[in-house]
């Protein structure tokens, strides 16, 4: 499949210290590719770069054929990126529905005019609803989110990525925080999401989540790739178990078990 997001020679130096080191690698259309690593390997470097966040000193990300490297984040963002952050931080002030819905607008919200000239939200509120159901958290809608969990908060962050209609959503470390079965819940969303072909970048510490759903691997050690390809033959090289899990006397299905 031809890739619809192309990092290659990705370098990002914080001083002296090198946080990406010629990095590389593609996702596939229709891809639900992991993104892992010890602390400190790279992964969120890596994720801001191709947000925007950082300026890599060398490399080129190309996102479904267009050079993105130079451009601010929201010119990428209407280009095809969506990302869920890690760390929620909703809109206090506003129900879910109007969280969402607010994302959904973004093509009015990005000509002032337009939005002047529009005076119904409907549209844009019946689109978040439906939203909200395809990530399973209907029933919040009209919840503010002091009144939700961390579970819904997780997935209306979700919502609100995907109101973006992005080519590539990236997904920062969605089951932080979580307990073993709204992981797994979660986890299984991610790849209903998929399968109506959104092409997925899941950033993740759980290992066995991700090597449950994931159908590609990339594995980051101090700035440097270290594995890409299917997950059970990039956690069987002893390389990446022993910089990933410290235990490359391991067998894989060991590993797993080790990190859940």
Do not use: W
């Amino acid at each position: 499949m031809d890739a619809l997001l192309s990092i290659s020679g990705v370098s990002v130096r914080f001083g002296g210290v090198d946080a990406l080191a010629d990095v590389g690698f593609e996702v596939a259309k229709g891809a639900l590719l992991g993104l892992i690593g010890p602390n400190g390997a790279g992964k969120t470097t890596m994720l801001r770069a191709v947000t925007g966040m950082v300026r890599p000193q060398t490399g080129s990300i190309v996102l479904d054929g267009a050079e993105i490297s130079r451009l601010p984040t929201h010119r990428r963002v209407r280009l095809g990126l969506g990302l869920s952050q890690q760390i929620v931080r909703p809109f206090a002030g506003m129900t879910a529905v109007e969280n969402v819905a607010l994302a959904a607008g973004y093509a009015k919200t990005a000509d002032p005019l337009k939005a002047l000239a529009t005076a119904s939200r409907q549209a844009e509120r019946d689109r978040a609803r439906t939203l909200l159901d395809l990530v399973g958290v209907a029933d919040a809608a009209d919840a503010l989110p002091a009144e939700l969990p961390l579970g819904y908060l997780k997935r209306v962050e979700v919502a609100r990525a995907l109101a973006l209609d992005p080519k590539v959503l990236l997904l920062d470390e969605p089951l932080a925080g979580l307990n073993t079965s709204e992981a797994a819940r979660l986890a299984d969303t991610v790849v209903d999401l998929n399968r109506q072909g959104t092409t997925v970048v899941l950033i993740e510490h759980n290992l066995s989540e991700v090597m449950r759903v994931c159908r590609q691997l990339v594995v980051l050690d101090n700035g440097r790739k270290i594995g890409d390809g299917d997950p059970a033959e990039v956690m069987a090289d002893p390389a990446v178990r022993d910089a990933y899990l410290g235990a490359a006397s391991e067998a894989p299905g060991e590993a797993r078990d080790a990190a859940a």
